[in-house]
């Protein structure tokens, strides 16, 4: 099929596509990468009057580090991502998963911003923002606004966003020292959408014991979540890997599945707590813990 028509508008500020946004009142959309937008318009799902050609915009391609934050520009290409040395050196667990995103030719396209906003449930940028509790910019005309991870995704490919808003960076904390990152995923074919994925970062404090642990596991429900049993399994806890089979073992009762074509929703739950084990072992390794 083909799209509906529309007018298209190419902007080369962030100052003129909030007056766009705002012209169009809520009856146009941002194009970043179009990887996600345009087969939605050939499918009539998505029928803007105009779309907002952000392309132009070298003003919101960057990755910066300041302040203990890695900042990235909404429209960073997620292979700038993939191939930058200040993401591998301050954000590893990022670098790794971006690699994971559809193949060299999505990335080329795709941008950090379009993917958050699009919220796909599976997206590996959805996972490690809401495991990392990114901290995500909003502008629209006259306002900004940031807002954390955890209240920007909302629901199945739902995200906290009006018509006229327009978001504009990503900030991810960086990795702490004495931190491991571990991230895995089960697809069919590499490329291909997450049927599970899990991602961990673990801190060893001074004493030797977890300071800090985060995990959090995709495609076990409408929308990436944070896996607390697990986390407290493990925080105050000796930093060894005793304690991963226990951790694990509390993510089947805390995950919410559906069933569909790719995995029954027992199967999903059992490769949760396999991909999370699998997650905290590559984490555990990378922080230098006894496995
Ligand atoms: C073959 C293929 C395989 C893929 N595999 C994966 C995968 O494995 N994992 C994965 O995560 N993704 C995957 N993708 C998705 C892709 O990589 C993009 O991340 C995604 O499509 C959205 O990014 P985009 O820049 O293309 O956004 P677009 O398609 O241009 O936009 C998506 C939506 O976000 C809105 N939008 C975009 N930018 C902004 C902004 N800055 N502010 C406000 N609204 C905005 C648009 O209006 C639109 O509604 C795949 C895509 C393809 C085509």
Partial sequence: ?????????????????????????????????????????????????????????????????????????ARTRQRTLEQSTQVKENCPLLAEAVKWIGHPQTRNRGTVGGSLVHGDSTAELVLVATLLDAQIVIQKKGSSRTIRAADFFEDLMTTHIDDDEFLTQVSFPIAPARSGYGFRELCIRHGDFAIVAAAVQLTVGENGSFSDARIAVSGVGPKPLCIHGAVRALVGKEG???????????????????????????????????????????????AGVRL
């Fill in 1 to 73: 099929m083909k799209p509906s028509a529309f007018k298209y508008v190419r902007v080369a500020s962030v100052e003129e596509t909030l007056s766009a946004l705002s012209e169009y009142r809520g009856e146009a959309k941002i194009l970043a990468g179009g990887q996600s937008l345009v087969p939605m318009m050939n499918f009539r799902l998505a029928q803007p009057a105009a779309l907002i050609d952000i392309n132009p915009l070298k003003e919101l391609d960057y990755v910066r580090v300041e302040d203990g934050w890695l900042h990235v520009g």
């Fill in 240 to 286: 060894s890997g005793d304690r991963f089979d226990e951790a694990a073992a509390r993510v089947p009762d805390e995950v919410r599945p559906v069933s569909d074509q790719r995995g029954s929703e027992a199967y999903r739950r059992e490769m949760a707590r396999v991909f999370v084990r699998r997650a905290l072992a590559d984490a555990g390794s990378r």
